[in-house]
């Protein structure tokens, strides 16, 4: 794989990513900041994250359980103060470029994309959640820029699949692709881990392998750069003990850049060949723990609808969007979901449930 003239594989480096996320707080100028922070640190790329808070929470969204410790009370509200757009990211990005170093963007909703091709993104990143999300994986497949896919909160099954969604969309997708394990838990304990997953990947996976990594310690990475993690991501702040969601599961710039200094060591001291390796006491397991439950179903998206609908209503694309929670139907059915018949009246902007739907036998279409 390759991001701009950076290529990332078994005999490189690990490319490492600077999440800044939301940690921005809604300002350019903080998450100019942190860019050059982030270029100071050593970091190969920042990433921002593209949503609208209205487009991506629907009336039935919730805040995650590490979000309400945070401070949180409402999650459309929480997402509205922290919304950069596009326009507002296009001097991120510049300044990215200044600095010598990429920028990546996470879109939410597939609407968006075509706004963020507006840009001159370095590299696609989707969130773990979004590993169900068919439209907006193949979208950014078809944008053909790179990559990179987390998989938290989600089983080996729910990763080869998507998988080969965007494979079977583009067949040249396998080699602009990176995949990441991850535990969706912000903080995560380094006993919860789950660095095994990166063992695990690699059995599915030709493609470079990477770790989204939501601990707090700064040795996690040079592990996984051990396991054979050729993208890092660690999410990066100016205070760890800032308001917000995501400062508390965070590095501040000294701390990172200690974090990219042992990972790069480990990577040099440990010959990764195309092989997996075999490290005892670690098992090559992906697996959904217990502590993602939480964010497996409040940040998941499900077929919503646009509009209130009545009883035995055949569903029609413009009833229907993608929104959180990951409550109702699962996104990547909303094409099969099209042409159903609802048995009851739906409110609007709520997720679909199956038991909304008359019983049909599955086409198939979505397998």
């Given at each position: 794989?390759?991001?701009?003239?950076?290529?990332?594989?078994?005999?490189?480096?690990?490319?490492?990513?600077?999440?800044?996320?939301?940690?921005?707080?809604?300002?350019?100028?903080?998450?100019?900041?942190?860019?050059?922070?982030?270029?100071?640190?050593?970091?190969?790329?920042?990433?921002?994250?593209?949503?609208?808070?209205?487009?991506?929470?629907?009336?039935?969204?919730?805040?995650?359980?590490?979000?309400?410790?945070?401070?949180?009370?409402?999650?459309?509200?929480?997402?509205?103060?922290?919304?950069?757009?596009?326009?507002?990211?296009?001097?991120?990005v510049d300044?990215?470029?200044?600095?010598?170093?990429?920028?990546?963007?996470?879109?939410?909703?597939?609407?968006?994309?075509?706004?963020?091709?507006?840009?001159?993104?370095?590299?696609?990143?989707?969130?773990?959640p979004d590993?169900?999300?068919?439209?907006?994986?193949?979208?950014?497949v078809a944008?053909?820029?790179?990559?990179?896919?987390?998989?938290?909160?989600?089983?080996?099954?729910?990763?080869?699949?998507?998988?080969?969604?965007?494979?079977?969309?583009?067949?040249?997708?396998?080699?602009?692709?990176?995949?990441?394990?991850?535990?969706?838990?912000?903080?995560?304990?380094?006993?919860?881990?789950?660095?095994?997953?990166?063992?695990?990947?690699?059995?599915?996976?030709?493609?470079?392998?990477?770790?989204?990594?939501?601990?707090?310690?700064?040795?996690?990475?040079?592990?996984?750069?051990?396991?054979?993690?050729?993208?890092?991501?660690?999410?990066?702040?100016?205070?760890?003990?800032?308001?917000?969601?995501?400062?508390?599961?965070?590095?501040?710039?000294?701390?990172?850049?200690?974090?990219?200094?042992?990972?790069?060591?480990?990577?040099?001291?440990?010959?990764?060949?195309?092989?997996?390796?075999?490290?005892?006491?670690?098992?090559?397991?992906?697996?959904?723990?217990?502590?993602?439950?939480?964010?497996?179903?409040?940040?998941?998206?499900?077929?919503?609808?646009?509009?209130?609908?009545?009883?035995?209503?055949?569903?029609?694309?413009?009833?229907?969007?993608?929104?959180?929670?990951?409550?109702?139907?699962?996104?990547?059915?909303?094409?099969?979901?099209?042409?159903?018949?609802?048995?009851?009246?739906?409110?609007?902007?709520?997720?679909?449930?199956?038991?909304?739907?008359?019983?049909?036998?599955?086409?198939?279409?979505?397998?």
């Amino acid at each position: 794989m390759r991001i701009g003239t950076h290529e990332i594989g078994p005999a490189h480096e690990p490319y490492i990513i600077a999440e800044i996320g939301v940690n921005h707080d809604g300002s350019v100028e903080r998450a100019l900041e942190l860019t050059d922070a982030a270029a100071d640190a050593g970091a190969d790329a920042i990433k921002l994250q593209l949503f609208e808070a209205d487009r991506l929470m629907s009336a039935a969204a919730k805040l995650a359980a590490y979000q309400k410790a945070a401070g949180e009370s409402d999650p459309v509200e929480m997402l509205r103060r922290l919304e950069l757009s596009v326009t507002q990211m296009a001097r991120i990005v510049d300044r990215a470029h200044e600095r010598g170093i990429h920028a990546i963007v996470t879109v939410f909703s597939t609407e968006l994309v075509d706004g963020a091709e507006s840009l001159p993104w370095d590299a696609y990143k989707t969130a773990s959640p979004d590993i169900i999300h068919r439209p907006l994986l193949e979208r950014l497949v078809a944008t053909g820029k790179p990559l990179i896919i987390s998989t938290g909160a989600s089983t080996l099954d729910e990763v080869s699949r998507a998988i080969g969604w965007m494979t079977a969309r583009d067949g040249s997708a396998h080699s602009r692709m990176a995949v990441l394990q991850c535990v969706s838990s912000y903080p995560t304990a380094i006993e919860h881990a789950e660095l095994g997953g990166i063992l695990a990947l690699r059995e599915i996976f030709g493609g470079p392998i990477g770790y989204s990594d939501h601990t707090q310690g700064v040795g996690t990475g040079a592990i996984a750069a051990g396991l054979g993690a050729r993208v890092l991501e660690k999410h990066f702040t100016y205070d760890t003990q800032a308001p917000g969601p995501d400062h508390a599961a965070s590095l501040e710039p000294r701390d990172f850049a200690r974090y990219v200094e042992l990972a790069r060591d480990a990577a040099h001291a440990t010959a990764i060949d195309e092989r997996a390796p075999e490290f005892p006491g670690i098992e090559p397991v992906k697996r959904v723990i217990p502590i993602e439950e939480d964010v497996r179903r409040v940040s998941r998206q499900s077929v919503v609808t646009t509009r209130a609908l009545p009883a035995w209503h055949v569903l029609k694309a413009s009833d229907l969007t993608i929104k959180r929670p990951g409550t109702g139907v699962p996104a990547w059915e909303m094409h099969s979901t099209i042409g159903r018949t609802l048995v009851r009246a739906v409110d609007a902007d709520v997720p679909v449930s199956r038991l909304d739907l008359r019983e049909e036998p599955h086409s198939g279409r979505d397998a």
